[in-house]
């Protein structure tokens, strides 16, 4: 039995000793105090099948054992040391990393969270070119920091501070976008912008293939391909964002980018890479670091020791468990039911996504494509009651957003279907 502290008490520190800007889930707050694979548990013993998994984060499962017992390891050997020494568990998991990625993406930096890997992809983008201007979408979350909060493109999140030479372009939604989807409309609000908004030159692109924040909105199908031509054309770099998208989540591939046959000059990720460890990375080309070396870029925690043997194993229990072909399995699964709950259930709007990130978007007329925010929150509380853990996301908060560890079977996806459908049914 559980003799921690109560969900009150938590509450109330959280409120004494941490900022006002935390928000927490559910009307009621869920006080977790342990995970196991797809599962967590809250002070009372409940099970909740965890299908956000901590902000998909959590790749391989809650407190994986392989992954548990490389940071273990690691952890009694040495901690820390940075990298004005050697060390092997850096260059192995940046050696591993690589091998993931195609053509010349092959030179690796360590952070510790995503908006440091886009706020260092952003500086090697105007370092390399020369220009400043970034054109990001609308819908966007690249961050929070004070250089990616420009990059990031929902009012929610965004403080009234300088943006810093940030451009934002139409959002390619094959859903609410106004060319549906079709990509050649937004690729030429892209060139449009460049031709009319800037000063014809740009640094660079960045973008997520599904974006999931703003709702796991897969950009329209070719979109990128035509977009990464018009940036480099405009002198920029194109920077794709894979914290989300990345390693085998979409299921059909391992990258999020190569939904859209493209080849990124910078890559970044974060979240899913560490399996809940703080880690980060930014991959680009042996020409574009080149420009890094002008100064000393450091960073005292990135790629420590305990982070990169768990992200090496991260990478290691991926291949092995073969879950990239597992997340197409379930996921086109899921996908599938959710689609055929469209049709007794007039307030499903729409059902998108790829393998295990998947957004299901709650509207009260489906012409006007309404926001239904109300009753995906009344929803959202019944799952919880019903013992499964989903995301909320896009600007409205009418996106169910589920992207679950990577162990997530087809049992569970079934669980969440049949349970979804049974709570629409109560609305
Ligand atoms: N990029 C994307 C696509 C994200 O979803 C997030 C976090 N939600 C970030 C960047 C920022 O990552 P972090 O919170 O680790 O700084």
Redesign the pocket.
Known sequence: PYIGPSADEVLAKRKAFLGPSLFHYYNKPLNIVEGKMQYLYDDSGKRYLDAFAG??TVSCGHCHPEILNAITDQSKLLQHATTIYLNHTIADFAEALASKMPANLKVVYFVN??????DLAMMMARLYTGNLGMISLRNA?????SS?LGLTALNTWKYPIPEGHVHHVMNPDPYHGAFGADATGYANDVQDHINYGTSGNVAGFIA?TI???GGAVELAPGYLKLVYDIIHKAGGVCIA?E??TGFGRTGSHYWGFETQGVIPDIV?M??GIGNGLPL?AVITTPEIASVMARKIQFNTFGGNPVCSSGGLAVLRVLDKEKRQAHCHEVGSHMLERLRSLMHRHEIIGNVRGRGLMVGVELVTDRKAKTPAKAETGVVFEKLRELGILVGKGGLNGNVFRIKPPMCFTKDDADFLVDALDYSLSKL
């Open positions: 902000i998909v969270s995503g908006s440091e890997a886009n979350y690249h961050g929070g920091s990616t997520e974006q999931g924040v964002d914290v989300q970044t974060a979240k980060g």
